[in-house]
């Protein structure tokens, strides 16, 4: 299950990384018309929020042994960013959730880790699950923009096609 969990955490990273490299450099203050809507760099600084979610929650697990994602904590996130910056601190986030979840086991999913939206705990699965669920939804915010921008994106940049299996086992 964990290495399951972190293959599709991976590809939905690599997708968003992918529509990343397509963002137009002079449209990072670009915002959709409608109120309060954030700009291309606050949505990518805003993913970087997402992934560091995944990494609080892997940390709380195991919080001996990965103490130094305390480290994560401290760097910025929801904060207007460039692609590069994007890219560079995405890829970071995701050695770490690699290292996380390569040090857990099945059973620890089910394990109730405390948060402050729920003190006496809840699965972390549940957490991860709720993170990655997080990443998705601005990662197709990403998507739209691009769209509404006029950048050639479609449902490739949005989904892992898997090649179908030939053979019998």
């Known amino acids: 299950m964990c290495a399951a969990l972190l293959e599709k955490i991976g590809e939905q990273i690599e997708s968003a990384d992918?529509?990343?490299l397509v963002v137009p450099p002079q449209r990072l203050s670009w915002a959709p018309p409608e109120a309060g809507a954030w700009t291309t760099g606050l949505l990518l600084g805003h993913l970087l929020d997402c992934l560091a979610g995944f990494c609080a929650a892997l940390q709380a697990a195991?919080?001996?042994r990965l103490e130094h994602f305390l480290e994560?904590?401290?760097l910025p996130v929801n904060h207007a960013c460039d692609p590069l910056e994007a890219r560079a601190r995405i890829a970071a986030y995701r050695a770490h959730i690699g290292e996380g979840l390569r040090l857990l086991s099945d059973r620890d999913l089910s394990?109730?880790?405390a948060t402050v939206f729920v003190p006496e705990g809840e699965p972390l699965l549940t957490l991860l699950l709720g993170n990655l669920e997080h990443f998705i939804n601005h990662k197709y915010q990403l998507f739209t923009y691009l769209k509404r921008m006029g950048v050639a994106v479609g449902s490739r940049d949005l989904y892992h096609f898997r090649e179908p299996r030939t053979g019998v086992r």
């Open 18 to 20: 992918r529509m990343i």
């Open 72 to 74: 994560l904590a401290k």
């Open 111 to 113: 394990r109730p880790i």
């Open 62 to 64: 195991e919080p001996e």
